[in-house]
């Protein structure tokens, strides 16, 4: 490798997701002040010239960089480590807190884990915080999403396989049909259905809409995102999260979304992830293994790589 | 306290030979069955029907159902359930009547404890195909249905942990929404269906230091009531003096026998293992005629005797 290779890929050692530090430990064996200097030169974004020519470092910047990206490891460790319960709970108050830009998260723990797994969540919230969800959901939860959350977390879903009656379902895919298309998130029915039904009534709900209408659901609760998120997580979770992590892995995505890959991967290395690997070839067109291997480094790409492999 | 007399010597299969008697030849014999299902707990009554399962391969509930009528029949029907079960079984009557009690649905989420009344929840899926939550939903509308899908979906915390603050705070919430008769209001209803019991409690006591007047009788007013303001008065109760709560309910029921032997049987069935005993003491103080008494005089039958012999009435 030329010296402008390694720096090159040193340089990348720390721009995806998690650090290359395999990188960095050859540096340390290898290289010499002067090459250490090409390297600061070719990232005048860490390390920009002042007017006396000299690359001083902005510190700030480069540290937060580099612990951003070790940190990435660190916290799908944790994340994995964690019992289930635990993890969706504290996932769940942090969402809470975060205010509407999270809220899709309560959607994907209140959605697509199994009845059991949904109320183990909420008993881990009273041993950790000292409170029901319901309580710190409806109390901290304000706007129009309100109803719609606090009734899908306090959800304990039949899941027992008896059949689905097609009249309730036509019943229930016309009160939704005939919501105000104005106050969606609000409208009693819609949220009824939503947070009390069980998914396979649901999933009848959904093709009894697309039969008796010629859109689908969710094409019809786009003016409320996160109805169209209930629906997808109850209906078809796997297209869902292949969306989700197609989002975090993009070239130049924030880190609010950034963080989705490391819950993505974790929560459902165990559940779909085959599913969502299916989907995400379909739709995207490159293996998802593909994409991390593009996108992350080092040992925590090698860890999101096990995790993925779990589901084949 | 429980009023249930359990006897000291206990043999499932005896019961269940017993029983299988009073089935036998010409009609049956009530008197043996109360004599003896009216005496034992939810664990006996279980060995008992596994015992008769295992000796004459026939489902003692079924035999029970189609050898007995009336209230009786019901009585015993329900009193032969497990504890969760029966409540499951409560409720769906109630949704499912035309005189709709949605009382049963309130004492369910206030009385029982969250962890018993999960086993609840889980009960009735198993029995109905269908979740507690989804056919309250649907059973309901308007502003009933968003108190009591809440009552009904919540899983409170059960620590005795109170935050001071907050029932200061939450009782003035409460008292403005009385005030202004906006009993509907959603922090109304989210305070009654997601607080913790123990901070619930908190909260009614800071209303009634505060406002000198008790949130239970602030809610009834003065003038003409409705279904949904009785609902809150209800869930108040219930979450704060259960025993009242029940010993009106017993009178209540009690005066409208013939009519509604439903809430009776209920509270007596429900509570018998658990605090009647209270209950009794309660209802005394406020009639100034015991239970048993009451029962006696306004009651008749074989259904009399089950309820006496489950409310403790020794012979």
Known sequence: ?312 | MATLITPPHFSAVEDAEALRNAFKGWGTDEKAIVGILGHRNAVQRKQIREAYDQLFQEDLVKRLESDLSGHFERAVYRWILDPADRDAVLANVALRKSEYDFKVLIELSCVLSPEEFLAVKRAYQFRYKHSLEEDVASHNQGDLRKLLVALVGVYRYNGEEINAKLANSEADILHEAIKKKDFNSDEVIRILSTRSKAQLNATFNRYREEHKLSITKDLLGESAVSEFQKALHATVRCINDPHKYYAKLLRDGIKKIGTDEDTLTRVIETRAEKDLKHIKEVYYKKNSVSLDDAVSKEISGDYKALLLALIGKQD
Not at chain 1, 12 to 40: C, H, N, Y
Not at chain 1, 138 to 153: D, F, H, M, Q
Not at chain 1, 237 to 253: F, H, I, Q, R, T
Request: with cysteine; hydrophobic share 35%; aromatic share 8%.
């Open chain 1, 1 to 312: 490798m030329t010296l402008n290779d390694e720096i090159q890929a040193l340089t990348k050692a720390f721009t995806g997701l998690g650090v290359d530090e395999i990188s960095f430990v050859t540096m340390g064996r290898k290289w010499k002040p002067e090459e250490r200097q090409s390297f600061r030169k070719a990232n005048p974004d860490f390390f920009p010239e002042d007017e006396r020519h000299f690359e001083r470092c902005d510190l700030e910047k480069y540290i937060k960089r580099l612990e951003q990206e070790f940190m990435r490891f660190k916290e799908v460790i944790v994340l994995w480590t964690l019992h289930p319960w635990e993890r969706d709970a504290r996932m769940a108050k942090e969402a809470i807190e975060n205010g509407p830009e999270a809220y899709a998260v309560l959607v994907e723990i209140a959605c697509s884990r199994s009845s059991e797994e949904l109320l183990g969540a909420r008993k881990a919230y009273h041993s950790l915080f000292d409170q029901s969800i319901e309580e710190d959901a409806s109390l901290n939860i304000e706007g129009p999403e309100r109803k719609l959350l606090v009734a899908l977390v306090s959800a304990y879903r039949y899941e027992g396989s008896s059949m689905v009656k097609e009249d309730e379902a036509k019943y229930d895919a016309n009160a939704i049909k005939n919501a105000d298309k104005n106050k969606l998130l609000e409208d009693d029915e819609i949220v009824r259905i939503l947070a009390t039904r069980s998914k396979r009534h649901i999933h009848e709900v959904y093709k009894q809409y697309k039969l008796n209408n010629n859109k689908t659901l969710d094409e019809d609760l786009a003016a409320a995102p996160i109805l169209q998120e209930t629906v997808q997580c109850l209906c078809s979770p796997e297209k869902y999260y292949a969306k989700v992590l197609n989002e975090s892995l993009k070239d130049g995505a924030d880190e609010k979304i950034r963080k989705a890959l490391n819950r993505v991967i974790v929560t459902r290395a165990d559940a779909d992830m085959k599913n969502i690997i299916d989907e995400f070839q379909t739709k995207y067109r490159v293996a998802l293994s593909e994409k991390i291997k593009n996108t992350a480094r080092g040992s925590y790409k090698d860890f999101l790589l096990n995790l993925v492999a779990r589901g084949n």
